[in-house]
């Protein structure tokens, strides 16, 4: 279902990190390890959508 919503590299790796930081952080109380996660999914995905436009303005 969420498959076809990952349509660039920045989102994959914001699922990528969500989802792992989930896992890690799954046995923090009240399932803060959710929030956690999807707040470093979002920064990783931001982080890597800037780089890859700096990326492609210096070799374009």
């Known amino acids: ?3 076809p ?3 660039s590299r920045a989102a994959l790796c ?3 990190v969500a989802g792992t930081v989930a896992v890690l952080a ?3 109380p009240y399932k803060l390890g959710l929030l ?3 707040l470093v999914g979002m920064l990783s995905a931001m982080v ?3 780089l890859t436009e700096k990326w ?3 070799h374009v």
Do not use: F, N, Q, S
């Open 36 to 38: 956690v996660a999807v």
């Open 48 to 50: 890597v959508e800037e």
């Open 5 to 7: 919503l990952i349509l």
């Open 14 to 16: 914001g699922v990528l």
């Open 56 to 58: 492609t303005k210096r």
């Open 1 to 3: 279902m969420t498959i």
């Open 26 to 28: 799954y046995g923090l």
